[in-house]
């Protein structure tokens, strides 16, 4: 059973910036693509950014675009989310996840996806 193990979390001002990283434990891990999601008290799940797992690709939420930037070290099965220029809005629990079953129909969509980190608490402070 692979699991995605999340680490990175925490407490940020406004206008600082944090990495976050997610493995997959497993070496035979292989996915269409991996990506993050973050839940606000009260809101929705919100995509935050996406990467094609074994093509060129990415995709990022409008309210991330030009702050956010995701990666991939395939040989370390681990994706990254540099943050930079952090908001208050930006604080949520942050979701790795994968889609290792089907196409990447919907990548904006947290039904895509089949694979879940435990969730990472980020905190932007005014």
């Known amino acids: 059973q692979v699991h995605l193990v999340e680490s990175g979390g925490g407490s940020v001002q406004a206008g600082g910036s944090l990495t976050l990283s997610c493995t997959a434990s497993?070496?035979?891990?292989?996915?269409?693509?991996m990506g993050w999601f973050r839940q606000a008290p009260g809101k929705e799940r919100e995509f935050v950014a996406a990467?094609?797992?074994?093509?060129?690709?990415?995709k990022y939420g409008d309210s991330v675009k030009g702050r956010f930037t995701i990666s991939k070290d395939k040989d370390k099965n681990t994706i990254y989310l540099q943050m930079h220029s952090l908001r208050p809005e930006d604080t949520a629990v942050y979701y790795c996840t994968a889609a290792t079953r089907g196409p990447w129909n919907s990548p904006l969509q947290s039904f895509a996806y089949d694979m879940w980190g435990q969730g990472s608490q980020v905190t932007v402070s005014p």
């Open positions: 497993d070496w035979t891990f292989s996915a269409h693509a």
């Open positions: 990467v094609r797992w074994s093509r060129v690709g990415s």
